[in-house]
């Protein structure tokens, strides 16, 4: 899994990432899709993404395997992630 090749992205100082959808288009991803993205770039699996989402927002497992596997599948429909 890895993110697309030339979706363009920058993480700011406070760890927000923003994605360029197309050009002059972008979204800011919140705290927990920002781990998520970096965590992609970083090459970790979902299982150890789901990991850093329960050891950081201190939430269940379950609910964590399932909020990255819902965003993973969200950004693969929106063409930014390959897998």
Known sequence: MKIAAGAEWQKSDDNIVQIQIVPGHSINLNAVGSLIWIAISQGK??????DLLVAEFDVPPDTARADVTAFLETLEENLLLER
């Open 45 to 50: 699996q979902e299982s150890e993404i789901a």
